[in-house]
């Protein structure tokens, strides 16, 4: 039998603990307490019956908590259905903003207030270049947090997909750079993004600024280049796809757990993005429960977020935007088809019976 997240915890979360109490913030052991009780009786269910074979089947219900890695499937394709119906019939391009390495350190003291002021800089940084590139021209794009690398290490950055338009609100004009180009070059908005957050740190979180280290503060120099990549990915559909992964899931699939070695180690599938092979990584359980952890996110914290004519309230700049195309309304998505529940047995159809009512408060693992 595979080995699930839900295992290790129930494993190793004591000892855990007592080695590390005083860096468990309370976002992690509600991911814990989550995954612990996910599609368990502790969270409730519902019973079935086969019309066929007249057994009873339980079904019980998920957490829907994004770092558990049984949850989100559905949610991942609905979401992604949603934004491919928004695609224009431009180019499109992701823009990756990536902070340098002394200030990760800061992601994990004050995630939410680092995590914010990256989704925010960046996005100020988009729409600032475009603006005085294109002389006033409204871009709007969706820009994802994503926290992992490829062996779940703490990797903060930041995706936009950005359509290669922009729109001028005086003449109702869209305008499209040339076939492969994209609005704006990546050095001027690399300089505009460390600009925007060495500043917005300084006034807005002088707390913080004030504690950074030399070389923290020798990272966010004008002098020290900031990474910023910009890939062009055809029509857009396969970049949301891709980003469509991390949005409603963990930093793994269950599928790449693949279980204990020999001397007790933790296996874990993984790709190399440059030569694109697949390897084994061993991991103690600590440091595994450890990097997983790295990525448990303030409740309430959003990190999909919708800028410029694709943000909630600029429907009619983004209607007349479709308009331009000779589009007078988004179409509607088209989301998913509910799978038949059938009996696994003899595939009969399974009628509701009766709801099965949780254990207890939500309060701690069962």
Known sequence: MALTLADLLRDHWESYTRENFSKICTAHRRAVRNVLTCRTSFLGGMVFRCTGCRKNHYAYHSCNHRNCPQCGALDQQIWSAKQEARLLPVPYFMVTFTIPSELRSLCLAYPKEL????????????????ATKTKGGR?????????????????????????????????????IPGKGDFLIHYLPLAARFRSLMWSRLKNDYPEIYQNLTSDQLRSLS?????????????????????????????????????????????????????TNKTSIIKLTPHEFIRRWLLHALPKGFARI????????????????????FGEMSEPLPKLPEKQPFTCPHCYGELRFLRLIKRDCQDRGPP
């Open 222 to 274: 004008a002098r020290t280049p900031w990474n910023v990549n910009l890939r062009h990915v055809g029509s857009g559909c396969t970049a949301l796809r891709y980003l469509a992964r991390y949005v409603k899931r963990s930093g793994f699939t269950a599928k790449r757990l693949v279980g204990y070695d020999a001397k007790g180690m933790v296996m874990l599938r993984w790709t190399c993005s440059t």
């Open 305 to 324: 977020r919708h800028y410029g004519f694709l943000s909630g309230a600029a429907k009619k700049t983004r209607l007349r935007v479709r308009a331009y």
């Open 139 to 175: 871009c709007g794009f969706t820009s994802v947090l994503h926290t992992w690398g490829r062996q779940l290490q703490l990797h903060p950055h930041i995706h936009c997909i950005v359509p290669a338009a922009a729109f001028l609100e005086g003449n109702q004009k869209v305008i």
């Open 115 to 130: 995590y914010g002021l990256m989704l925010k800089a960046s996005a100020s940084a988009l729409k600032d270049v475009v």
